[in-house]
């Protein structure tokens, strides 16, 4: 069952849970501690990314 999540970088976003009535109040703290929308991601990896390329020169 897809159940849409309010993640720690602002954004909202559907993620999977396999059995809402037992993991979805574990997924939903989980996800507004420490969860990203996979935009936010995929922007953390790039910066990361650059960073190491950086680093390397
Ligand atoms: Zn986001």
Redesign the pocket.
């Known amino acids: 069952m897809n159940i849409l999540f309010n993640?720690s970088?602002?954004?909202a976003e559907e993620r999977e849970v396999a059995d809402p009535s037992k993991y979805l109040k574990i997924d939903r703290e989980y996800y507004a501690k420490q969860g990203?929308?996979s935009?936010?991601w995929a922007k953390l990896r790039a910066e990361h990314k650059q960073q190491s390329h950086v680093k390397q020169n």
């Open positions: 993640m970088c602002g954004h990203l929308c935009a936010c």
